[in-house]
């Protein structure tokens, strides 16, 4: 049988052209791909995934031109954060135009456009125009970040798994809206609050437990692994009264001198963006291993460290 994982750009292109389902690696984590022309093909992302069809998907294009044909309109703030930071990981939420199904935004009259910063992407988009990608994953397990990850999720399936290696941010894109006449934060990601507050002032932060609207998302338990995982303020705490559990921790900068079976240390250097890099990938070797328990001791709250916290936040078992 032939290998799923391949690298040839033109080949993706072309299965995507001839309205088949690829997976594509993105700066943030690898996507299942559809042309946004061929309904069937888009219909397959959801079925593959096992992803309710409520829960719409982002479009991926190759510029600002090919988002503006896309939505009936472009608030202010958001053209500058799109000017600020696309090609990258920041997805807007977006007016749209007929030119996006339904069946992409999941009946709503948004959608969510990012241009990714992903060098062979956005040769891929030149040539297809605007897919549809949400994150290869099957519903509510963690992103992949490596070909690999998706093959293992995908093994039947698929034609084709672009393989460019390990996602360089890591964790999905921050999405961002605009509403009652300001900025507001659905999803946070690889883009900090921060950098974004820094180009449009203070944003709101979309809160699931005040709002009606389903933003999946948002919602708990998102992103599991299937061994248990827990968020522990006190790592020590947690290991001392589970000593005869085979215990994975992760933690940040430090090691934390306890005896369990692994423990991963994210950035020996304290730096938030490499942790954000290589969260997912430690999550995804440690649910290999057999494990009683992935015990996570939470980053700083702050940057970056805050959008994995709140990543982590939903793939706890609660
Ligand atoms: P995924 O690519 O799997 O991370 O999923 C895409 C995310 O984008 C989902 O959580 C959606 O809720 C969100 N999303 C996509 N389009 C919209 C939209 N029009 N409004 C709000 N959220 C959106
Ligand atoms: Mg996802």
Not at 69 to 86: D, G, N, V
Not at 175 to 195: D, P
Not at 257 to 264: F, R, S, Y
Not at 272 to 288: M, N, P, V
């Amino acid at each position: 049988m032939e290998r799923i994982i391949q690298t040839s750009v033109e080949k993706a292109t072309e299965l995507l052209l001839q309205g088949e389902v690829v997976a594509i690696p993105t700066e943030t984590v690898y996507g299942l791909a559809a042309s946004i022309s061929f309904p069937k093909a888009i219909d397959y992302i959801f079925e593959l995934k096992g992803r309710p069809r409520t829960n719409p998907l982002i479009v991926h294009v190759a510029n600002i031109k090919q988002a503006e044909e896309l939505c009936k309109s472009f608030p202010e703030p958001l053209k500058k954060l799109a000017h600020q930071f696309w090609p990258g990981s920041l997805t807007l939420v977006l007016p749209k135009t007929k030119h996006v199904s339904n069946q992409i935004t999941a009946g709503k009259n948004t959608v969510g456009i990012r241009v990714p910063n992903h060098p062979k992407l956005l040769q891929l988009l030149k040539k297809t125009g605007p897919i549809a990608a949400p994150s290869a994953n099957p519903f509510e397990r963690i992103s992949p970040t490596s070909a690999q990850h998706v093959a293992d999720y995908f093994p039947k399936g698929l034609k084709m798994v672009l393989d460019s290696g390990i996602c360089q941010a890591g964790i999905e894109s921050t999405i961002v809206g605009f509403e009652n006449n300001q900025v507001i934060i659905y999803r946070l990601g690889a883009i900090s609050i921060e950098a974004i507050e820094n180009v449009v002032g203070k944003v709101a932060l979309f809160d699931s437990n005040q709002s009606n609207v389903v933003t999946p998302g948002m919602s708990k338990k998102h992103y599991a692994p299937k061994t248990k995982t827990i968020v522990a303020e006190n790592v020590k705490d947690f290991v001392n009264k589970n000593v005869a559990s085979k215990i994975g921790l992760i933690v940040f900068k430090q090691s934390a001198q306890l005896e369990v079976a692994k423990e991963v240390i994210l950035s020996p250097s304290g730096d938030l963006q490499e942790a954000a890099q290589r969260i997912y990938q430690t999550l995804h070797e440690l649910d290999k291993l057999g494990l009683d328990y992935i015990v996570i001791e939470p980053l700083p709250n702050e940057g970056l460290g805050r959008s994995v916290n709140d990543r982590l936040s939903r793939a706890v078992h609660s």
